[in-house]
């Protein structure tokens, strides 16, 4: 029995999500910016409502101009959702979440993190550079060169990375 009221909140969840997905588009596209992602966590007074956008051409937004979208936001997101929730409105930052094939494209040639579980195995987090992505699968170019084919429905999280150069020493100068 408890399988199936989870899947049913599942459910609600997604409807909720797509509800809320609908609210804010008008207010990101007033302000010339797009919807990266959008998330929704938690239950009871605990919901967390997690808006990501990024200006037209993938770049970062402002603060100025993130609280000035949340305010334009935060009531029609209230009519979607019933009860408490507490909104946050962000760029994706540089480590960004992969959740959407739309995200994938426009991750190829950057370092990425994925965790899978592939078929008849414990789950694994491979590590490399997205080189392609299919309808059914994503190739990631591994450090030591090889290539992985990673089915899509296996991911459970993937995101960019970011690595930090190395900063030379004071007084040192560098290679």
Known sequence: MAASRESGSRAVARADLGRVEDAIEP????RDLVVYDVELSG???ARIVRVSVTGRDGAAVDIDALAALSRDIEASVEYEIDGAFQLEVSSPGLE???RRAEHYATAIGERVSVKHTPPDTPPRRDLGVLRALDVDAIVLQA????ELRIPIDTISTARTVFEWAATPKPGRKSP
């Open 27 to 30: 207010f990101v596209a007033a």
């Open 143 to 146: 450090d030591d060169g090889s």
């Open 96 to 98: 960004r979440a992969l």
């Open 43 to 45: 239950s009871g007074r």
